[in-house]
């Protein structure tokens, strides 16, 4: 079946670091990839998204890039905030978008 | 638009009772999910349901029954709780666009954390 691979967290950062989440895939067919982020009590919201090989997908200075030749869809940022400390999820969708899986989750925090 | 709308936020049972988690949306979305998420771990799916009147297993549907009689509402219900089922419980919802590919997104509530003694 699909599974989806996070590097384990947890990540500490000092502000302005860069950040690299790894996330790896195992999926038949055409999966579309989503990164979610989840803050404190909250539930979980759309980072960003991939629907295709090479698609990039970005949003808040998160970048992450759909490679079906490494099945890869890691997540990036150039320079971390205090207020991205949250759990960051990779998940992926089927060929009918319709079941998803999500990664275990990776702890990021961000120190002043 | 409220989003996707989940009732209580928390609640505390003891073993062996019963208790119905909300869920409501109110984009008109034909798919819902209910997941929950354990301490430090990632999510796994109890049940989902492609429209009214449609409901399937997920990974983890023991202990745990849904019903869906209406597009909106998408209700979990636990018979005799166990501590097993401790947890914050997350329903989602996803609409459809009808284009091949799974480009949708699904859309979370802010979750209930239940608590099981």
């Known amino acids: 079946g699909n599974s989806v691979t996070q590097m384990e967290g947890p990540v500490t950062l000092s502000e302005e670091a860069f950040l690299t989440i790894n996330c790896t895939y195992t999926a038949t067919g055409y999966p579309s990839l989503f990164w979610y982020v989840q803050y404190p009590g909250e539930g979980l919201q759309l980072l960003l998204k991939a629907t295709k090989a090479d698609d990039k997908g970005s949003n808040k200075g998160f970048e992450a890039t759909y490679r079906k030749e490494t099945t890869s869809f890691h997540l990036e940022k150039g320079s971390v905030q205090v207020s991205d400390s949250a759990v960051y999820f990779c998940a992926l969708s089927d060929n009918y978008g319709q079941n998803f899986v999500f990664g275990p989750g990776t702890r990021l925090s961000v120190l002043p | 638009n409220a989003g996707v709308t989940q009732t209580p936020k928390f609640r505390i049972l003891k073993i062996g009772q019963s208790m119905t988690l909300q869920c409501a949306q109110d984009?008109?979305?034909?798919?819902m999910y209910w997941y929950r998420q354990d301490p430090g771990m990632g999510l796994k799916l109890i049940y989902y349901?492609?429209?009214?009147?449609?409901?399937d297993k997920g990974e983890v549907p023991n202990g745990y029954n849904v019903s869906r009689s209406t597009t909106e509402d998408f209700p979990l219900r636990l018979e005799l709780a166990a501590p097993s089922q401790t947890s914050v419980y997350f329903c989602?919802?996803?609409?459809?666009?009808?284009?091949?590919?799974?480009?949708?997104?699904?859309?979370f509530g802010p979750g209930t954390r239940l608590t099981v003694l």
């Open positions: 349901s492609v429209g009214a009147g449609i409901t």
């Open positions: 989602a919802s996803l609409g459809t666009s009808g284009r091949f590919g799974g480009t949708d997104t699904q859309y």
């Open positions: 984009m008109n979305h034909n798919y």
